[in-house]
């Protein structure tokens, strides 16, 4: 049967409010409310302690350690334990060390998406305080620096520095997001290879991870096979596939030959300082008889014709020069270093023997120069 229209248009708007409010009834007696919103996820920061450089007292390290916290803070980052952190850095062994390769570590370790690193320089004058400020943003998704920030504060007070710092956190937490990334996956024959990506250790294969986009330098490693390395092109907003295929064998050794000396022979610094004693002696005799050259040999009374004089200029200079050849001969004996032995700095598994030790030597020949007397030193070290 054909319901009329004018029915259908009073009806339906009753049933419709009463579906509404038996809705409402149901759930003010079961309890049921509207889910909440989601909210944004928060990220994890690991702040380590400050890299100082001049006198920074403790409680300005705490005012400014504050100003980088709550600078984290605002930007929706969570701070990461400093009990659990400095835990970590003592297991690991790395303590001290801001290098991206222990930056990386600490943040894999703590479930961290970045680590903060900021340093403090500070001149103290009459005049106060100048401070030059820095903050490093380590992205640990990305594995690589985002951003780095620095500023100087001339005469600050250290409430000043805090604000100045913790603009330069916030600056580089932003500089970081708005770096372009793509993606990258890289897979190789066999699998389980490191993974390093500008000199970093990142991960092993297959590898997947967000990058920088740009151009980077890639390495493949595992034990028992030669290690591969190739240039890494990242587009912003693309995928980058890479297989690589390891060849078996070893890397190449490089052998870096140091040389080390051993302690100076005693019979040299003997010599040498018996050679200093005579070549003194003689500069002081040679110089004496130069000074008395053409002087009278006896005293003789005022206007009386001197009848000897000294004739001692050739004395003299012969025992000035070998004075002065001996005193250097002595001094150069002494000054060589010691037997000098090359070894490779790689030790065992260097491969080839090393080379023979090659120590100092020097030679001393008294005899004729030439029309005269003289001394010939010849040395090699």
Request: net charge positive.
């Amino acid at each position: 049967m054909q319901m009329p229209s004018r029915y259908l248009s009073s009806v339906l708007p009753r049933a419709c409010v009463r579906l509404v409010l038996a809705g409402l009834v149901f759930s003010a007696v079961f309890g049921v409310r509207p889910g909440p919103a989601v909210a944004a996820e928060r990220k994890m920061a690991c702040v380590l302690d400050a890299k100082t450089n001049g006198s920074v007292t403790p409680e300005e390290l705490l005012v400014l350690e504050n100003a980088v916290n709550n600078a984290l803070k605002e930007q929706q980052f969570d701070l990461a334990s400093k009990g659990e952190r400095d835990t970590i850095i003592q297991g690991e062994g790395i303590q001290g060390c801001f290098k991206e390769e222990c930056q990386e570590r600490i943040g894999r370790l703590l479930g961290a998406h970045a680590v903060m690193v900021y340093s403090l320089k500070v001149w103290r004058s009459t005049s106060g305080a100048a401070w030059t400020l820095g903050a490093t943003y380590y992205n640990v998704e990305v594995g690589a620096i985002g951003a780095k920030a620095t500023s100087e504060c001339p005469s600050c007070t250290v409430a000043q520095a805090a604000t100045a710092l913790s603009d330069l956190v916030k600056k580089a937490i932003f500089d970081d997001a708005a770096k372009p990334r793509g993606q990258v996956v890289i897979t190789s024959d066999p699998t389980n290879a490191s993974v390093f990506i500008d000199g970093v250790e990142l991960g092993v294969t297959p590898y997947k991870r967000t990058v920088f986009a740009g151009k980077h330098e890639l390495t493949l490693r595992r034990t028992g096979h030669r290690s591969k390395n190739q240039s890494l092109n990242v587009t912003e907003g693309q995928l980058t596939n890479l297989s690589i295929k390891l060849d078996v064998g070893q890397d190449p050794v490089q052998v870096k030959y140091v040389a080390e000396h051993r302690p100076r022979p005693k019979w040299r610094i003997a010599l040498g300082g018996a050679l200093i004693g005579v070549g003194a002696l003689g500069m002081l005799y040679g110089i004496t008889g130069l000074a008395l050259n053409g002087q009278c040999v006896d005293s003789v009374p005022m206007g009386t014709a001197c009848l000897q004089k000294y004739t001692s200029l050739p004395m003299g200079a012969a025992l000035t020069g070998v004075g002065v050849a001996a005193a250097a001969v002595g001094a150069v004996l002494i000054a060589l270093p010691g037997p000098r032995n090359t070894l490779p700095s790689t030790g065992a598994g260097a491969g080839g023997a090393a080379p023979a030790s090659s120590a100092p030597q020097a030679s001393l020949l008294f005899g004729g120069v030439g029309s005269g007397v003289g001394l010939h030193v010849q040395g090699s070290y």
